[in-house]
T-cell receptor
Framework: AQKITQTQPGMFVQEKEAVTLDCTYD???????LFWYKQPSSGEMIFLIYQGSYDQQNATEGRYSLNFQKARKSANLVISASQLGDSAMYFCAMREDFGNEKLTFGTGTRLTIIP | KAGVTQTPRYLIKTRGQQVTLSCSPISGHRSVSWYQQTPGQGLQFLFEYFSETQRNKGNFPGRFSGRQFSNSRSEMNVSTLELGDSALYLC?????????????FGQGTRLTVV
């Protein structure tokens, strides 16, 4: 079974609009962390935001926020006021088990911002 | 502060050859992880090193190996290259180990096997 599911292979969004990128996950571990990364065409993975399974509040980092719904095993990324520079691949990832540094990634969503 | 540096950026090798990729983590970072990214399989974890010891290994054949030096620099080696090894290999470094520890990635080495 897929541990991280991103159901949107591609999205087109008008500049300045908000966009939500979907991510669902599957784990039986009560302690886990959820990450979002951005990968521009250069290849480098850029960390955007982190949410721990025990965090009470949704994480926010500037224009990025994470809509964490634990019961639904959902961790959607919300980008407010999208910019042309937001065009990239976006990956949701999960880390389980303290002491295991492995990140499990979803298949990604290619976001294109239209001027 | 310098980021994660991977060398070389691009590499072309022939089937059956071996290759060594290098990763210099951010200064002070002690954990280095390697990932393979392909269009078909996506991003897959290869292994993680911390304090010169391999801590975790992904589901890859023994042709894939790695090591970490005392200065935290890491290398990964792929022997007897196959066409399917063509991929972007990404290295990530972290200050320490832990659930919420941020991993900083390099720009990757793009390996093409012909």
């Amino acid at each position: 079974a897929q541990k991280i599911t991103q159901t949107q292979p591609g999205m087109f969004v008008q500049e300045k609009e908000a966009v939500t990128l979907d991510c669902t996950y599957d784990t039986s571990d009560p302690s886990y962390g959820l990450f979002w990364y951005k990968q521009p065409s250069s290849g480098e993975m850029i960390f955007l935001i982190y949410q721990g399974s025990y965090d009470q509040q949704n994480a926010t980092e500037g224009r990025y926020s994470l809509n964490f719904q634990k019961a639904r095993k959902s961790a959607n990324l919300v980008i407010s006021a999208s910019q042309l520079g937001d065009s990239a691949m976006y990956f949701c990832a999960m880390r389980e088990d303290f002491g295991n540094e492995k990140l499990t990634f979803g298949t990604g969503t290619r976001l294109t911002i239209i001027p | 502060k310098a980021g994660v540096t991977q060398t070389p950026r691009y590499l072309i090798k022939t089937r059956g050859q071996q290759v060594t990729l290098s990763c210099s983590p951010i200064s002070g970072h002690r954990s280095v992880s390697w990932y393979q990214q392909t269009p078909g399989q996506g991003l897959q974890f290869l292994f993680e090193y911390f304090s010169e010891t391999q801590r975790n290994k992904g589901n890859f054949p023994g042709r894939f190996s790695g090591r970490q030096f005392s200065n935290s620099r890491s290398e990964m080696n792929v022997s007897t290259l196959e066409l399917g090894d063509s991929a972007l290999y990404l290295c990530a470094s972290s200050l320490t180990r832990g659930l919420g520890t941020e991993a900083f990635f390099g720009q990757g080495t793009r390996l093409t096997v012909v």
